[in-house]
T-cell receptor
Framework: GAVVSQHPSRVICKSGTSVKIECRSLDFQATTMFWYRQFPKQSLMLMATSNEGSKATYEQGVEKDKFLINHASLTLSTLTVTSAHPEDSSFYIC?????????????FGQGTRLTVV | QKEVEQDPGPLSVPEGAIVSLNCTYSNSAFQYFMWYRQYSRKGPELLMYTYSSGNKEDGRFTAQVDKSSKYISLFIRDSQPSDSATYLCAMSEQGAQKLVFGQGTRLTINP
């Protein structure tokens, strides 16, 4: 299957600082990438849909000013958690589908475990 | 009512058993169905991808889709301890970008 690389896999940051997470599709172009948050023993919660060359679409209840998404190219999307607080500690996962985004398999990155202290 | 329902388990079976995992859904417009395996602290890994109704087999894994009943299944034959993980079903409408996930079923295969 296709490969989606997410970096870093783990990060610890101090409260009030910002953290950037990268998501790359290594062997295919992804017009659209998705960012999820996952709490322990729970399913994936979609945060936003990232579109190359345009603004991200955020799900209801997700603060767009806190979770900044940039989709600079067909293979790279970044999620920046700004002014992080302990309640932002979670497992963040990105996903990408093929160029058409719809009607194709979705592949996931390895996930990033964020701990805010 | 959730769009996709999946029993969270936990489900525990002995090694070698046949495992049956299921999801039901309410949206008749769903056309694409996926099963993912997620190990602890890792991203989901795509196991099976099917379109519309029917069966699909890949090694020890078989996916079934019954659109008339709005019911999908994943069967694991000759289960191994390495199959212990959380299994997530996901589905989407034709032309839609987003996937809708089930809650995930935690599976343990006991040696």
């Amino acid at each position: 299957g296709a490969v989606v690389s997410q970096h870093p896999s783990r990060v610890i940051c101090k409260s009030g600082t910002s953290v950037k997470i990268e998501c790359r599709s290594l062997d295919f172009q992804a017009t659209t990438m998705f960012w999820y948050r996952q709490f322990p023993k729970q399913s994936l919660m979609l945060m936003a849909t990232s579109n190359e060359g345009s603004k991200a679409t955020y799900e209801q209840g997700v603060e767009k000013d806190k979770f900044l998404i940039n989709h600079a190219s067909l293979t790279l999307s970044t999620l920046t958690v700004t002014s992080a607080h302990p309640e932002d500690s979670s497992f963040y996962i990105c996903s990408a589908r093929g160029v058409s985004a719809a009607d194709t398999e979705a592949f996931f990155g390895q996930g990033t475990r964020l701990t805010v202290v | 009512q959730k769009e996709v329902e999946q029993d969270p388990g936990p489900l525990s079976v002995p090694e070698g058993a046949i495992v049956s995992l299921n999801c039901t859904y309410s949206n008749s417009a769903f056309q694409y169905f996926m099963w993912y395996r997620q190990y602890s602290r890792k991203g989901p890994e795509l196991l099976m991808y099917t379109y519309s109704s029917g069966n699909k087999e890949d090694g020890r894994f078989t996916a079934q889709v019954d659109k008339s009943s709005k019911y999908i299944s994943l069967f694991i034959r000759d289960s191994q301890p390495s199959d212990s993980a959380t299994y997530l079903c996901a589905m989407s409408e034709q032309g839609a970008q987003k996937l809708v996930f089930g809650q995930g079923t935690r599976l343990t295969i006991n040696p």
